[in-house]
């Protein structure tokens, strides 16, 4: 094993470096770098406690292997009940790493007390020889990628190794082919099977060797496995890659609602929106990247669902996006509360995955609690959006309605909020209340640019700025808390709804936008004021139906289309509009105002087909917050209708595309035990059509997904008004193989008519796969207050994720750099930007880059193979002639036939 060194007569009597150039002797542990690599002519130096407190506090390791367990830390900390013989025997797996550990143990006893061992047991957790693999999580389909395989020797003799690829159907190995004998990185051979490369690793060393493989399927995960065999141990290790699909994806969603209540057999045919080919004759552009398309059908009872997808169900789960503020762990919160519920009001509550979620939900929990403030005197009691922020009026009593929502007596010895958190936000919340009864935010930026745009003051011609939407809401958390408080408390909090209450019914008459007027009723509604039945008769009034449906919202919707071919009436994806979130919170509202007053109508059954049309997911309507209440108000509904007990039904799917074998045709049972179940088929040809016949009685929710991935600009997702301007770019490091990637963002809000900024918002960028930005230099970036409204970060494989309090109406910019951590290549040309309101989903905007110049990346380029002659993971084979003697055949022959074994 070497590394390519390039000689020259003047390194004849001179130290070589690893990359480049050399150096003599009397400068090595100098100053000065004389190395390309900065590394090799300052290597085995002592640094200075200066240097050396600094490279501890600003090291960054890119690569897994034996500076922590991935357990971080707690493999040994277990527990177990002894026995009535005395003793209790626990197996425990030890991290592989080379580390000394320091092991205690306690017991407790009603009878004896407590004993603690004495002295500490120090264990060495360091093998003769053991092997670590790193390689990125996420790759694009046609990409190769360098299996970072570390070998380390612990043994004071040299030894030999054979690092062995296992064969596999899901990849193979990337050869290098030659020409007139030299390795030719432009020749690229793909071999199946098992492959094997010997290698020679010194006594008490380490050895890295990076070993390409391509994977052949075109979408999904699949493992590497990679075996260390020397003549004293082996060791075999695994890793897991997702290949995700090429291009600008692009998602097409179809949901409804088989209702058999009153029928006994229902037939619908969903359209696929892809078609079995590409290619147009007449046009250039083709419609999709081959290989991209995916599909899947889901089913299940009832109309909540689908319940309990992972635990916990979270934000990414449902909706596809991933957030960070403080309203996104109360997303999550709330989800799985009402997942809860609706299993426990339907009795289908199984007690152990209960006490999987409430595990979890204390861990939300925390997450929220992280920016509450308490010893702020002035704003103790309130929530934060971000660890920077201001108090948020709006995020606290949204708070306090999911920890209300959350609070349930025989869930206590679970799940429980403290009085002392309920009394301190509701005591914040009315020491803030306004001498009129109303609720406004406190800073001047949040008054300007709330973060939900819809709790914004309004403006009259008559009484001037009001606001029915904030104080309505705050209004349900106090109704909702009061109960729970005691003392003066109690008393204040009373008045302070009185008062709110109070400024509610004498607006009501000036409510007039469909969303303020369903939010208003079901406040009075739920309170039982004496404004309840002039309210539900404005609510009445600005209902629309359509097509058997029933909503409201401040501007038509349109239903989902409908195609006509050979007689069928195919059903056609839903299509982003331009008040989808609005309408879908307010309708909600509106379906429990329903419920509350009249239980379960005809009313309320149109309010149910249509919101179950709206959804943009398999688990989520439009956005977080509108999903939130909307699983509030078809758990209500569930429980009154107690569809479970005369459920009994059979739907059957055929699909189109896969002809008539047994593939193509599946019907699947739902009975009172399984509506809770999520069934979900999988479409292998991505194209035609789906049949749904549906028999017996009861509901049921029928979802069919398509995603798809583009590569031209004319092709990509369109928001149904531009809210939005963005621009991306994109600049390479000056080094050869584009090492680090600087992309600039510039963007700017455009839908002034609706507001001079938007509402909190989120940039989503692309980057190439095996690139990576370390959080804390993109916090840095954010502390810089570069943007002065960028307040977040997240960084996930192959994306980086900016969130913003608003976006103003002047360009601004921002860059961000990101460097290869992984040897990924051939790169996928192109990437997709969006920006987005994250409670608004439906407004947003894409853009496309393309870059060929990545894609022409070879893997010797990334230096991902131990193959390629110019980098420094290159093997040399004229190193094993200076062991070449005649005890080293045999040695070589024990290492074939010897029946080898693994420590483990």
Request: charged fraction near 20%; hydrophobic fraction near 40%; include cysteine.
């Amino acid at each position: 094993m070497s590394h390519s060194i390039k000689f020259s007569e003047e390194c004849v009597s001179r130290e070589s470096c690893q990359s480049e150039n050399c150096f003599s002797f009397v400068n090595h542990c100098g100053e000065i770098m004389n190395c390309g690599d900065q590394i090799h002519d300052n290597y085995e130096c002592e640094l200075s406690e200066r240097e050396l407190i600094e490279y501890r506090i600003n090291r960054t390791n890119l690569i897994i292997d034996f500076y922590d367990p991935t357990t971080d830390g707690d493999w040994a900390w277990v527990s177990g009940n002894i026995g009535p013989h005395g003793n209790k025997y626990m197996t425990l797996s030890v991290p592989k790493v080379t580390d000394s550990w320091y092991l205690t143990a306690f017991t407790v006893s009603p009878y004896h007390g407590f004993s603690l061992i004495e002295p500490v047991i120090q264990y060495d957790s360091t093998r003769p020889f053991l092997m670590t693999m790193d390689a990125p999580s996420v790759i694009r389909r046609g990409e190769q990628v360098g299996i970072q395989t570390i070998l380390a020797n612990n043994t004071p003799k040299d030894i030999f190794a054979t690092v062995v690829l296992h064969s596999s159907t899901d990849y193979v190995f990337v050869k290098l082919g030659t020409t007139d004998g030299n390795v030719d990185e432009g020749k690229i051979l793909l071999l199946g099977g098992e492959h094997h490369h010997f290698v020679w690793i010194p006594a008490g060393g380490q050895l890295e060797v990076r070993i390409a493989v391509k994977p052949i399927i075109e979408q999904g995960s699949f493992e590497v496995k990679i075996s260390g065999i020397t003549q004293i141990r082996s060791d075999t290790g695994s890793v897991e890659i997702n290949v995700i699909p090429e291009g600008a994806q692009i998602g097409k969603h179809t949901s409804l609602v088989v209702d058999l209540k009153n029928r006994a057999t229902v037939l619908k045919f969903l359209n696929i929106w892809v078609e079995e080919s590409p290619l147009n004759p007449r046009d250039p552009m083709r419609k999709y990247i081959y290989g991209s398309p995916t599909a899947h059908v889901t089913l299940y009872g009832d109309v909540f669902g689908p319940i309990f997808p992972s635990i916990p169900v979270t934000m990414n789960d449902l909706i596809g996006k991933q957030g960070q503020g403080t309203a996104d762990r109360l997303f999550d919160l709330s989800v799985n509360i009402w997942s809860l519920h609706y299993l426990r009001l339907t009795n289908q509550l199984n007690k152990s995955v209960a006490r999987q979620v409430f595990v979890q939900l204390n861990k939300i929990f925390a997450h929220v609690m992280r920016r509450f403030e308490v010893n702020d005197t002035t704003n103790s009691g309130s929530f934060r959006m971000w660890d920077n922020s201001q108090p948020n009026i709006w995020l606290s009593a949204w708070a306090l309605q999911v920890f209300m929502h959350g609070t349930f007596q025989d869930w206590e010895n679970y799940f429980i909020v403290e009085n002392k958190i309920l009394s301190g936000v509701t005591s914040w919340l009315i020491r803030n209340q306004n001498l009129d009864g109303t609720f406004g935010e406190l800073s001047d930026s949040y008054q300007r640019h709330p973060l939900n745009k819809k709790m914004q003051d309004k403006v009259t011609n008559t009484n001037g700025p009001f606001n029915v939407t904030l104080t309505a809401h705050v209004t349900i958390g106090l109704h909702l808390v009061i109960p729970h408080l005691d003392g003066k408390l109690k008393l204040e909090a009373n008045l302070a709804k009185y008062r709110a209450i109070m400024y509610l019914e004498k607006h009501l008459n000036e409510v007039n936008d469909p969303y303020e007027v369903a939010l208003l009723t079901y406040v009075l509604t739920l309170v039982d004021s004496s404004e309840k039945d002039a309210a539900f008769n404005r609510l009445y009034s600005r209902r629309i139906e359509d097509a058997g449906f029933l909503y409201w919202s401040p501007g038509p919707i349109p239903i989902n289309g409908i195609i006509y071919e050979n007689q069928r009436p195919f059903l056609q994806p839903k299509n982003n509009e331009y008040w989808d979130s609005v309408a879908v919170e307010a309708t909600s509202y509106a379906l429990l105002v329903y419920l509350i007053r009249d239980g379960v109508t005809p009313f309320a059954e149109q309010i149910v087909l249509w919101l179950n049309s709206m959804k943009l997911t398999d688990g989520a309507f439009i956005s977080s917050l509108d999903t939130a209440i909307t699983f509030q108000a078809l758990t209500e509904y569930s429980n009154k209708a107690r569809l479970r007990d005369i459920t009994q039904l059979a739907v059957t799917i055929e699909l189109s595309s896969s002809g008539s074998g047994t593939e193509s045709v599946q019907t699947i049972e739902i009975t009172p035990d399984s509506v809770a179940t999520t069934h979900t088929i999988n479409i292998n040809d991505v194209w035609g059509h789906v049949n749904i016949i549906g028999r017996g009685s009861g509901q049921a929710v029928v979802q069919l997904d398509v995603t798809y991935g583009i590569d031209w600009e004319e092709l990509k997702d369109t928001p149904p008004k531009e809210c939005f301007d963005l621009k991306v770019r994109e600049f390479y490091s000056l080094e050869w193989n584009k090492t680090a990637l600087t992309v600039e963002s510039c963007f700017r809000w455009t839908l002034l008519e609706e507001s001079i900024t938007s509402g909190a918002a989120v940039l989503e960028i692309e980057i190439p796969s095996g690139y990576g930005l370390v959080t804390s230099d993109a916090l840095d970036l954010i502390a810089s207050r570069i943007h002065p409204t960028l307040h977040d970060v997240l960084i996930s494989p192959g994306k980086t994720s900016w969130y913003f309090d608003y976006i103003p109406p002047e360009w601004t910019c921002f860059n961000h750099t990101v460097r290869r951590w992984y040897p990924v290549a051939n790169l996928t040309a192109t990437r997709q930007a969006t920006i987005y309101e994250a409670y608004a989903l439906e407004r947003f905007e894409n853009v496309i880059t393309r870059d060929m110049s990545l894609k022409e990346l070879t893997i010797c380029h990334v230096c991902g193979s131990y193959q390629c002659p110019y980098c420094p993971n290159f093997s040399r084979s004229h190193n094993l002639l200076y062991f070449s003697s005649p005890l080293l055949y045999p040695l070589l022959y024990s290492i074939v036939i010897l029946n080898l074994y693994s420590a483990d």
